[in-house]
C-alpha cells in the first residue's frame, strides 16, 4: 500500500500524523523561544553585569545594551582600571521559557505588591465572570431575536437594518458613556462586552437560522405543522448544531472586547493584572498571564465542543 | 431501445385484456379523491409572463395509483406542489374529496426526492412527527412503531437519519407521510437519487404497500419503465406551456412484478411514452446538434490500436 504524502491537497492526513502535527504546532515555536533565550550566540543584544569592575554606574546582576559595555570597557582599560564582566542577556521583556513556566506558578503565589490589589486568581475570576455574564445577557436577548429574525421576514427588516449600522460602532467608543451611565466597576465592563457581541451575534443568528433547508419546512408543512410547532419542532432544532458552533466562534470575539472593557472605569481583572506586571517589569508574570488566557480561551472551546458531541448525539462524525 | 423495438411487432398500447378493462370501469366507479380542474399557473420573470402550466384537468379516485412524466421542464413539479399547496395557483381550482385546497395540510402526504427526514430526531420521532404536531388522540408511538414495521425498519427505530442509506431514508419518509393517514400521498420524483438497484427494489416495496393500505398515491417520475410499471394511469405533460398531452390507462395486469417489464403490453406502453415525450423527429435534431466533432487521436501503430 503505498503511503499518501505529506502535502496531498484538501486529503486528510492519518491520524498519527494529524497528530504529530498537532503537537509540533506548539513545540516548534516552543523551540525558537528556547534557541533565543539558551543559546547565548543567538540575539541576546544585552550584556548582564556579573562584576561591575572600575565603571561608576554599573551595578552587578544589571543589563546593559553590548555597545554601551564594550564602549564603558575600553574606557577602564584605557586609564588601567579594573574591567567589568558580564555575560550575554536577553532584554528583559524576553523572559526565558523556564522563567515564564515558573511564573505560571509562583504568580498565583505571589502576594499583591500594594494593599488593595488583587491576587492573580481573583483578577482571573473578576475577567471571566466580566465575559460570561457580558455573553449571557447578549445571547439571552440575542439568539432569541436572531431566530426570530431569520424565521420571519417582518421581523428580519424591523431589526437588521439597525443593527447592520450599529455594528459598525465600535464597542470601545461607548466606553466613557458606560462609565457615566453604569458607574465605574463591572457593569461597564459587561456593557462592553454586550454591546461588543451582541450586534454581531444577532446578525450571525439570523443567518444561520435561514441557512436551514427550507424542504424541511415543506416537509413539516405536508405533516401539518403550523406556526408555532413549525418553530418549535422544526426551526429551532434545525439549527441548533449551527448556533451552538456560532456561540463558540463568538465567545472568543468576546475575548478580544475584555482588554478594552477592563482599561475602563476602574481598572480590574487580568489585564489589569498584565499592565501592572508590566509596569514592575515583572516580564515573566506577564507572560503568564497571556498565556493563561490563551488556555482558558482553548479549554473552554474544546470542552463545548466535546459537550456539543454529547448533547447533539445527530451531529455527523465529529465535525467541530 | 428505439430502434429495436420497431422490429417487434408489438400490440397497442390501447388494447386492453378483458380483466384490465373490467378493472378499470370498476376503478372508475369509485369516488374521486383528487379533483384538478382547470389548473393554471403564471407567474412573471424578468422575460415577462411564463405560463408553467395551462389547463391541467383530471381525476384521481380511491386508491388509484397516478403517475405524472413529462419531459423535463413541463411543469410536473409544479403541479404537485400546487396539489401539496407549497405553490399557488392562478387558474382554475384543486379539489379534495369536493373542497377546494388552500394551502398544505396532513390530508395530503408527500414524499420528496431529497431525503427531508428531520436530521436531529431518531426514525421513530420522525415518524411520530406529523401525529404529534397534528395532535390526534391515540397513541403516537404505538402507531409509529407500526408504520415502521410496515417498511421493515423496525431494526432502527431509534437510529437518526445520517446512519440510515438512501433507500431506508426514503422508506422512512414514506412511513412518516402515511403515519398520517393522509387522503392521498403525493410523490415527487421519490426515487430518483437512488441507484438502479435500489430504485426497483424500492418499487417493489411502494406496490406492497400500496397493495396493501387504503392509500391513492400520485406520483411524479421522469423515468419510463418506472411509470409504466408503478401507475394505472399516466398522465402525460408536455412542455411549454405544461399540458397534459394524453392519459394513458396502463393495460399492464395487476399485480405488477419486475418480470412484467418485458411483457408486450409494457414495451407497447413505453413505447407511447417514448414517442410523447421524445418526438421522433425532435429526436433527429438533437443527434445533429449533439454530434461531435470526432478525430482519431490514437497512433494507428500504438499498441491497443483499436478497442474492438
Not at chain 1, 467608543?173 to 462592553?192: D, Q
Not at chain 1, 499592565?275 to 490563551?294: D, L, S
Amino acid at each position: 500500500m503505498s503511503t499518501q504524502p505529506w502535502l496531498a491537497v484538501r486529503k486528510e492526513l492519518a491520524p498519527r500524523r494529524r497528530l504529530v502535527l498537532g503537537v509540533l504546532s506548539f513545540v516548534i515555536p516552543l523551540v525558537i523561544w528556547s534557541l533565543v533565550s539558551y543559546v547565548p550566540f543567538i540575539w541576546h543584544p544585552d550584556v548582564k553585569i556579573t562584576d561591575p569592575g572600575a565603571v561608576s554606574y554599573f551595578q552587578k546582576g544589571m543589563l546593559i545594551d553590548h555597545d554601551i559595555f564594550e564602549r564603558e570597557s575600553k574606557k577602564v582599560q584605557a586609564k588601567g582600571e579594573a574591567v567589568p564582566h558580564g555575560i550575554p542577556a536577553n532584554p528583559i521583556y524576553l523572559p526565558a521559557p523556564h522563567q515564564v513556566a515558573k511564573a505560571m506558578y509562583t504568580a498565583f503565589t505571589t502576594p499583591p505588591q500594594r494593599r488593595g490589589e488583587k491576587w492573580l486568581h481573583q483578577s482571573l475570576g473578576d475577567s471571566i465572570s466580566v465575559i460570561a455574564l457580558g455573553f449571557f445577557i447578549s445571547s439571552l436577548i440575542g439568539v432569541p431575536l436572531g431566530i426570530l429574525a431569520g424565521t420571519y421576514d417582518a421581523l428580519s427588516r424591523l431589526n437588521e437594518p439597525f443593527i447592520e449600522f450599529f455594528r459598525y460602532l465600535p464597542a470601545p467608543a461607548f466606553g466613557a458613556l458606560a462609565v457615566a451611565v453604569l458607574g465605574i466597576n463591572e457593569a461597564p465592563k459587561i456593557a462592553i462586552i454586550f454591546i461588543g457581541t451582541f450586534f454581531q451575534q444577532v446578525l450571525v443568528v439570523s443567518n444561520t437560522t435561514r441557512k436551514l433547508d427550507p424542504a424541511l419546512l415543506e416537509a413539516a408543512v405536508t405533516l401539518g405543522a403550523k406556526r408555532m410547532s413549525l418553530l418549535f419542532r422544526v426551526v429551532i432544532p434545525g439549527v441548533v448544531v449551527d448556533l451552538y458552533k456560532d456561540m463558540r466562534i463568538l465567545l472568543g470575539w468576546a475575548w478580544t472586547y475584555l482588554i478594552v472593557a477592563e482599561m475602563i472605569g476602574a481598572s480590574s481583572g487580568i489585564t489589569w493584572f498584565i499592565t501592572q506586571q508590566a509596569r514592575y517589569k515583572n516580564f515573566p508574570n506577564v507572560y503568564a498571564a497571556i498565556i493563561m488566557i490563551g488556555i482558558i480561551g482553548l479549554s473552554t472551546d474544546l470542552f463545548l465542543a466535546w459537550l456539543g458531541r454529547r448533547i447533539f448525539p445527530w451531529q455527523r462524525g465529529a465535525a467541530a | 431501445m428505439n430502434m429495436k423495438q420497431s422490429h417487434i411487432e408489438l400490440p397497442s398500447y390501447l388494447d386492453q385484456s378483458d380483466a384490465v378493462r373490467e378493472r378499470f370501469e370498476r376503478l372508475k366507479k369509485r369516488p374521486v379523491i383528487l379533483n384538478v380542474r382547470g389548473l393554471g399557473k403564471q407567474f412573471d420573470s424578468s422575460q415577462g409572463p411564463v405560463t408553467a402550466l395551462r389547463g391541467i384537468d383530471f381525476d384521481v379516485h380511491r386508491r388509484e395509483f397516478v403517475c405524472v412524466i413529462g419531459p423535463s421542464g413541463c411543469g410536473k413539479s409544479t403541479l404537485i406542489r400546487i396539489v401539496a399547496g407549497l405553490e399557488t395557483h392562478t387558474e382554475g381550482e384543486v379539489l379534495l374529496d369536493g373542497k377546494a385546497v388552500n394551502g398544505p395540510g396532513p390530508d395530503r402526504g408527500m414524499v420528496f426526492q431529497g431525503y427531508t427526514l428531520f436530521p436531529w430526531l431518531t426514525v421513530k420521532k420522525n415518524v411520530m412527527f406529523g401525529l404529534e404536531v397534528s395532535g390526534r388522540g391515540g397513541l403516537p408511538e404505538e402507531e409509529a412503531l407500526q408504520w415502521i414495521d410496515l417498511v421493515g425498519l423496525s431494526k432502527f427505530v431509534d437510529a437518526y437519519p445520517h446512519q440510515l442509506s438512501g433507500g431506508m431514508k426514503q422508506r422512512v419518509a414514506i412511513a412518516r407521510a402515511l403515519a398520517n393517514q393522509p387522503r392521498i400521498l403525493l410523490m415527487d420524483e421519490p426515487f430518483g437519487a437512488l441507484d438502479a438497484q435500489t430504485r426497483a427494489r424500492m418499487q417493489t416495496y411502494l406496490m406492497e404497500i400500496w397493495k396493501n393500505i387504503d392509500v391513492t398515491i400520485l406520483f411524479i417520475t421522469h423515468d419510463l419503465d418506472e411509470a409504466v410499471f408503478l401507475a394505472d394511469r399516466v398522465l402525460v405533460l408536455k412542455a411549454n406551456p405544461g399540458e397534459v398531452q394524453e392519459v394513458i390507462e396502463v393495460p399492464v395486469p395487476h399485480p405488477r412484478i419486475p418480470d412484467q417489464l418485458l411483457s408486450p403490453e409494457f414495451l407497447a406502453t413505453r413505447a407511447r411514452l417514448e414517442e410523447l415525450i421524445h418526438p421522433p423527429q425532435e429526436e433527429q435534431n438533437r443527434l445533429s446538434e449533439d454530434h461531435l466533432n470526432m478525430v482519431r487521436m490514437v497512433p494507428v501503430d500504438d499498441e491497443v490500436a483499436d478497442v474492438f
